[in-house]
């Protein structure tokens, strides 16, 4: 267990782009902007936000960049012999990290809480009726 309490542990399909995330996530949710159902091949990406003081990562990245719905650059990073999508956010450049819970050891330990740009969801990729829904980024 990390010293902040919960420690998250995942990485890609092969094993080779790791990660540590110690402590709760600043946020966790669900994406359904098009960016997002598109570099993951499905409805959504399940998410959470960590600071990057709380994450360690281990073995090579491929980054994708493309303009976030703010403009800026928004760097997806996943394992340049597996391809599997593991984070978002520049190693050494961001102040926060996003991981995709996909990617996460125990999936159980991934509890949502938010819904984001909801307008663009096909109708297919169900909210859980739970979740706090965003029709784009929250403040």
């Known amino acids: 267990m990390g010293e902040l309490g919960k420690r998250y542990t995942g990485g890609c399909l092969c094993g080779a782009l790791r990660y540590e995330a110690d402590g709760e996530p600043l946020f966790a949710g669900h ?3 098009s960016d997002c159902r598109r570099a993951s091949g499905s409805g959504f ?3 959470m936000g960590f600071s990057s003081s709380a994450v360690r990562f281990s073995g090579e990245t491929r980054k994708f960049v493309s303009k976030s719905a703010r403009g800026s650059d928004a760097v997806r990073n996943s394992c340049p012999i597996c391809s599997s999508l593991v984070f978002g956010g520049e190693i050494g450049k961001t102040d ?5 819970a996909g990617s996460l050891d125990d999936p159980s330990l991934f509890c949502p809480t938010i819904a984001i740009f909801a307008r663009g969801r096909p ?3 169900m909210i859980p009726p739970d979740l706090a829904v965003f029709d784009g980024m929250p403040a």
């Not at 926060?96 to 995709?100: E, G, N, P, R, V």
């Open 96 to 100: 926060s990290f996003t991981i995709y």
């Open 31 to 33: 994406c359904y902007c």
């Open 123 to 125: 109708p297919w990729a």
């Open 45 to 47: 990406i399940p998410f």
